[in-house]
């Protein structure tokens, strides 16, 4: 048995016919966490959709209502790439119930893990790159309001820029330039840095934040085109691999630590900077990803911060391969909190 609980229901599946999304992979990822006995079927919870109430802790009510009654015009129904559907929004409407169960469960257990949302693309009046809903502001706006938690942090490692997160929080950044701390937070400009810059290439920007912390590592020349500003942004060049990405990752977590207590955690473990992935242009191993993974999880554990997982994307042109990603994600997980 798990020592923390996996958050899964069949109505995660999105159903979106034939897209690159592969949405078949959240029942895949059950069934092989089961098959490969790295979980028994009493780890898991089944989660209940969010309210609207929930939901419109983040989205604006004209939204929902074109969402709920299939009124969104053709123009916002090509934004999202997925086609609308009334069963389209009742699996968003789960996915953002799952990620609420996830973080009260990381609260309870220091850690916990949605198989499913994700959606960091979702703005709180439209939505775009296969989101509808962003569940993981969901999840933290809701525990906000319950007084479970005053801040939270998020650590977007999906190969594309988490543009729905940065916006749905930047109300409460106010603005600066460059990190506060020394070191790895003034590596676009500072000529003391050159050393450590030319070892690894790529480049964090930065802002303070409110009760939402938001870092982003992701590719720079990928969808989304306009990324609105994170608390912190590692821009990766193309085709960065495990080494340099695991040093970034190092880099921006302490750096964003160093700034910021979160009560929460909100780790986005996309699938896509795998180097076989087909929208994403890092060049990252599964065994990078694995350890990507740990890293996080041993960063929160060692400073008692709970975390929250969800998987968001994942493209590789083998699927068996993304189902492999997120399934070490678990076993990665396992890992660092049975030790
Ligand atoms: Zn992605």
Redesign the pocket.
């Known amino acids: 048995m798990l020592p923390f609980k996996l958050v899964y229901s069949d109505g995660y599946y999105l159903p979106i016919g034939d897209h690159v999304f592969p949405a078949e992979k959240y029942r895949r990822i059950h069934d092989r966490l089961l098959a490969d006995g790295i979980a028994e079927a009493n780890d898991f919870l089944e989660p209940e959709p969010a309210t609207d109430q929930d939901i419109l802790l983040v989205h604006k009510p004209d939204y929902v209502h074109k969402l709920k009654t299939g009124t969104l015009t053709p123009r916002e129904e090509m934004e999202m790439e997925v086609p609308y559907s009334r069963d389209l929004v009742e699996a968003f409407w789960l996915a953002a119930g799952g990620s609420i169960l996830a973080a009260r469960q990381a609260l309870a257990d220091g850690i916990g893990i949605s198989i499913g949302g994700g959606f960091h693309h979702a703005f709180p009046d439209h939505g775009e790159g296969f989101c509808v809903i962003h569940d993981v502001a969901v999840a933290i706006r809701r525990l906000q309001r319950d007084d479970k938690i005053r801040t939270a942090m998020t650590v977007d490692c999906?190969?594309?820029q988490g543009n729905g997160t940065a916006a749905i929080f930047a109300g409460t950044r106010t603005a600066s330039a460059l990190l506060p701390s020394a070191g790895a937070s003034t590596l676009d400009s500072a000529a003391q840095d050159a050393a450590l810059n030319s070892a690894l290439p790529g480049k964090m920007r930065g802002a303070h934040a409110g009760e939402v912390f938001t870092i982003s590592l992701h590719q720079h020349n990928n969808y989304p085109l306009w990324k609105p500003p994170s608390s912190i942004d590692v821009d990766l060049p193309d085709g960065i691999g495990d080494d340099d990405y695991l040093a970034w990752l190092d880099n921006s977590l302490s750096s964003g630590l160093r700034q910021f207590e979160p009560d929460l955690l909100c780790y986005i473990a996309?699938a896509?900077p795998y180097k076989e992935d087909q929208?994403?242009g890092l060049s990252l191993t599964v065994e990078g990803l694995k350890q990507r993974d740990e890293l996080v999880f041993r960063v929160a554990r060692a400073r008692n911060i709970p975390v929250m997982v969800t998987f968001?994307?994942g493209y590789a042109q083998n699927v068996e391969d993304t189902v492999t990603i997120h399934c070490n994600t678990v076993i990665a997980a396992k890992e660092v909190f049975d030790a």
Do not use: P, S
């Open positions: 999906d190969v594309h996309g896509d929208l994403g968001a994307g």
